[in-house]
C-alpha cells in the first residue's frame, strides 16, 4: 500500500469486447512492465488482434477500461506504435518519406534522424526506393522503422513476421530483440508461432478461443541472446511442450 | 448454249404468305435470273473494292467535294467533344465516387440511382438531351457525359473501398487526424485505381461517338460513319471506324504516360 505503480504501462482491466453478437474478448485481465517484451500465443480468431487494437485506440472495449501508463486510452494512441502483418506502408512514398512521415506531422523532421533509423534497421542505400521495390522483409523494416521514428512507448507487433520466408523471419526476430534491448521499448507481441514466442518473450501468455481471454503465462528464462541454436537445448523443448499442451487444448477447442 | 426454260415469260398466279392474296407475276427467264445473281456478286451494292476505298479515304483526308469537312476535321471534332464530355464527366464522377466509398450512407443513397442509369446505352439519352438542350455543343457533350459518368464514379467508388484498412489505422497511429487523412492518404492510396478506371472510361467516351453525333452536327467521326450510311458511301464508314479505334490507341498510350509521371511508386521497378 501506498507504493505507487509507476512500472505498469500497459493495463486491460475486466474488458469485454463485442461486434454484434461475437464476443471477441470477455474478462481480459492484463498489465504488462515498462520495457518487458510480452508475446501472446493464440489460435487464430482467439481475439488478441482485438486486444492489440485496444491499446492503439483504434477499437473501444465495449465494457471495461484499457490504459497506458496509469490513463485511459479513449482515442487513437500515438504513444503505442502499430507494427501490421501485412507492412501497412505508404506505397506512394519513398522509404525516407515513409520513415519521416510521423516526425514530420509533428513538425519534428529531423533527416540525420531518419538516416539514423535507416541504419538500425539495416536498410541502408535504400532510402530512395518505393516500397514495391523492396522485398517483403524489407518492407517489414521499414514498417518498424516509421513506427520507431515516432518514439513510441511501447510497441505494438500484429503477428510482423507470418508472412515472411523462414530465414528472414529469424533474422528480424533476432534484430527486433536486439532493438527492443538496445532502445529499451516495452514490446507487445502477437503470434501463432511457439518458436516465436519463446526466442522473443521475457513473459508468454496463452489466450483461450474465443471469447479471448488470459489462460496462462509462462515467465521465459532463456538466456539472452536467444538464437536459432537454442531450440536443441532441454529447457527449450521443455518449455516447448509445456505451451504446446495449453495451446492445444484451445485449437482443438476452436473446432 | 441457253435452253430457254419453258413458260419464261408468262404471268403466273402466287400466294402472298404474308397478306394470303393472290397476285400474279410475270416468270423471269433464266438469262434473267442469271444477271440479277451476277450483279449481286460482282457489284454488290453494300461493298466497295480495296481501291475505291483507299481512293476514298484519299480523297476524305485531303479535300472531300460539296464542302465536306476532312477526316482530320471529323477527327478533331470528336476528339474534342470525347475528351470534355470525358473530363466533366471524371471532374464529378471522382469527388463523389471517394465520397461514396468514405460514406455508407451516402453510397446507400446515390447506388440506387447508378443502378438505373448504369444500363441505359448512350444512345438512349438523344432524344432527352436534343429536348432539353437543343441541338449544339451542350447535347452533345451531355450524351458523353451520361454515357460515361456511371462508369467513372463506380470505378472510383470501387477504387476508394480497396484503399487497405490497415493503412488508414497506420496514419491515424502515426498522428493523421481525420481531415488531414483525405489528401494524406486516402486519395494517393486509391489513384493507382482511380487512374486504370479513369482509361477505361476514355475508351467508354468514345464509344458514345455516334450517340452524340447523329443529329445536328456535319463534322465528326460519328457523323461522318452515320451520315455516309445515308448515302451509301461504305468506304467512309469504314475509314470513320478505323480512325475512332486508332485515336483510342493513341488516347491510351498517352493516358499510360501520364499515368506514369503520376505514379512513379507503381511503375518504378
Known amino acids: 500500500m501506498g507504493v505507487p505503480q509507476v512500472s505498469v504501462i500497459l493495463e486491460a482491466r475486466t474488458v469485454e469486447k463485442r461486434f454484434g453478437e461475437v464476443v471477441a474478448l470477455q474478462g481480459m485481465e492484463f498489465a504488462m512492465e515498462r520495457g518487458e517484451f510480452v508475446v501472446i500465443v493464440g489460435a487464430s480468431g482467439c481475439g488478441k488482434s482485438t486486444l492489440l487494437n485496444l491499446f492503439a485506440g483504434f477499437e473501444r472495449p465495449t465494457t471495461g477500461e484499457v490504459y497506458l501508463d496509469g490513463e485511459p486510452i479513449l482515442a487513437v494512441e500515438p504513444r503505442c506504435g502499430m507494427v501490421f502483418q501485412n507492412y501497412a506502408l505508404f506505397e506512394w512514398l519513398t522509404v525516407r518519406e515513409n520513415i519521416a512521415f510521423g516526425p514530420k506531422l509533428k513538425g519534428a523532421h529531423d533527416p540525420a534522424r531518419v538516416d539514423r533509423l535507416i541504419a538500425t534497421v539495416g536498410i541502408e542505400g535504400f532510402g530512395d526506393h518505393y516500397p514495391a521495390q523492396l522485398s517483403g522483409g524489407m518492407k517489414q523494416r521499414v514498417a518498424l522503422a516509421r513506427t520507431l521514428a515516432n518514439d513510441p512507448e511501447v510497441l505494438l507487433c500484429d503477428e510482423p513476421f507470418a508472412a515472411l520466408d523462414a530465414m528472414t523471419r529469424q533474422l528480424l526476430q533476432e534484430e527486433l530483440a536486439r532493438l527492443a534491448r538496445d532502445e529499451q521499448k516495452s514490446v507487445l507481441f502477437i503470434t501463432h508461432s511457439i518458436d516465436e514466442a519463446l526466442l522473443l518473450g521475457d513473459r508468454i501468455v496463452v489466450m483461450t478461443a474465443r471469447p479471448g481471454r488470459i489462460k496462462a503465462e509462462l515467465r521465459n528464462d532463456l538466456p539472452k541472446p536467444r538464437t536459432a541454436d537454442l531450440e536443441l537445448t532441454p529447457r527449450y523443448i521443455e518449455l516447448k511442450r509445456e505451451l504446446w499442451q495449453s495451446v492445444r487444448e484451445e485449437v482443438e477447442g476452436m473446432k | ?269
Open chain 2, 1 to 269: 448454249m441457253v435452253r430457254e426454260e419453258s413458260g419464261a415469260g408468262e404471268m403466273v398466279e402466287l400466294v402472298d404468305p404474308l397478306s394470303g392474296e393472290t397476285v400474279k407475276v410475270r416468270r423471269p427467264s433464266i438469262t434473267e435470273r442469271r444477271e440479277t445473281v451476277r450483279r449481286a456478286l460482282v457489284n454488290p451494292p453494300a461493298l466497295d473494292t480495296p481501291g475505291n476505298t483507299v481512293r476514298d479515304a484519299w480523297k476524305l483526308m485531303t479535300s472531300p467535294d460539296g464542302g465536306r469537312p476532312t477526316l482530320g476535321q471529323h477527327a478533331f471534332w470528336s476528339t474534342f467533344r470525347i475528351l470534355l464530355g470525358f473530363l466533366i464527366s471524371a471532374l464529378v464522377a471522382v469527388p463523389l465516387g471517394v465520397a461514396m466509398g468514405l460514406f455508407p450512407r451516402l453510397r446507400a443513397a446515390v447506388s440506387p440511382i447508378i443502378s438505373f442509369l448504369r444500363p441505359l446505352p448512350s444512345i438512349a439519352w438523344v432524344p432527352l438531351a436534343l429536348i432539353w438542350l437543343g441541338a449544339g455543343e451542350a447535347q452533345k457533350l451531355a450524351i458523353i457525359f451520361m454515357g460515361s459518368f456511371s462508369a467513372a464514379l463506380l470505378y472510383t467508388v470501387e477504387a476508394t473501398l480497396k484503399v487497405d484498412p490497415n493503412v488508414v489505422r497506420a496514419a491515424r497511429n502515426l498522428g493523421v487526424g481525420e481531415r488531414q487523412m483525405l489528401t494524406k492518404v486516402l486519395l494517393p492510396a486509391a489513384l493507382p485505381n482511380i487512374l486504370s478506371g479513369l482509361k477505361v472510361v476514355m475508351a467508354i467516351g468514345w464509344t458514345c461517338v455516334i450517340s452524340a453525333e447523329i443529329v445536328g452536327t456535319q463534322k465528326g467521326l460519328g457523323s461522318l460513319i452515320w451520315n455516309s450510311r445515308e448515302i451509301s458511301k461504305t468506304s467512309w464508314v469504314l475509314v470513320g471506324m478505323v480512325s475512332i479505334s486508332a485515336l483510342v490507341l493513341v488516347f491510351d498510350a498517352l493516358f499510360n504516360a501520364i499515368e506514369r509521371r503520376l505514379l512513379p511508386w507503381v511503375f518504378r521497378k
